[in-house]
């Protein structure tokens, strides 16, 4: 398997090859770029299966691979390295590119290896490149990236009316489209969406947006029935922290 490391600092290369070859050994190669142009030629060149790329490069961004690269040669794996602000990487998250942060670490480079060898070749990743670069130019990230089994999903956080557990899976109503079962538990939305403030967690079981509120009941101790007509319990530690909520809604 063949990496391509694509850095503007020497001692970051050489740092990040010695991670790579110490802690991933499926990968027989490993070849370094010191500028963007230079690594897009030796892609086209080797056709690597993961490209660990830094953003905050002089010239050119890595953000911008996207500009000199054609859509059929997107046969690879991109793996951020980055110093990026907490804000910066829920944009990385929410666009479900996958990113390591400096300092780089050999037990999470092992993890990123791993986790883009399963997705070599069916993550649409020029899609979530382009959604990412999105989100960092935008002040209001407003799409979250859904891995389903044909690819990647990205929906509008005002279509989503509630987040249910199911195991290690989370069924996700939309409005007007049908549900769409993840393979990923609620906990990594609930820490994924929880700076967006239209989605409460009443419940371990549910994660609501509040703008689709249909009806709460004091029956039975206290339920949300949401817009799908679905209903959603309240924990008894939620409801009066719940009730404050909504009452200052609009």
């Known amino acids: 398997m063949k990496v391509i490391i694509i850095d503007d600092e020497p001692k970051a290369r050489k740092l990040l090859e010695i991670l790579v070859v110490e802690n991933c050994p499926k990968v027989t190669s490993v070849f370094s770029a010191e500028d963007l142009l230079s690594g897009i030629e030796m892609i086209k060149e080797e056709q690597p299966e993961i490209v660990f790329l830094d953003i905050e490069m002089p010239v050119h961004s890595g953000l911008e691979i996207l500009d000199f690269i054609d859509k059929d040669q997107y046969n690879f794996e991109i793996i951020f390295t980055t110093a990026y602000s907490e804000y910066a990487i829920q944009a990385f998250d929410l666009s479900a590119i996958d990113y390591l942060l400096k300092p780089i670490r050999g037990e999470k480079i092992k993890e990123a290896v791993e986790k883009a060898i399963v997705n070599i070749g069916k993550s649409q990743i020029n899609i979530k490149l382009e959604e990412l670069r999105k989100n960092l130019n935008s002040s209001n990230f407003n799409k979250i990236a ?57 419940h371990r079981s549910y994660l609501i947006n509040l703008k689709y509120i249909q009806e709460y009941s004091k029956k039975d101790g206290g339920y949300i029935i949401m817009d799908n007509n679905e209903s959603v319990s309240i924990s008894k530690d939620k409801k009066e922290e719940f009730l404050t909520i909504v009452q200052n809604i609009g």
């Open 146 to 202: 859904l891995p389903v089994a044909d690819g990647i999903k990205f929906v509008n956080f005002n279509d989503i009316i509630m987040l249910k557990a199911d195991g290690m899976y989370t069924a996700i109503s939309l409005h007007s489209k049908p549900e769409i079962l993840i393979s990923k538990p609620l906990k990594h939305f609930v820490e994924l969406l929880d700076k967006i403030p239209v989605f409460y967690k009443p």
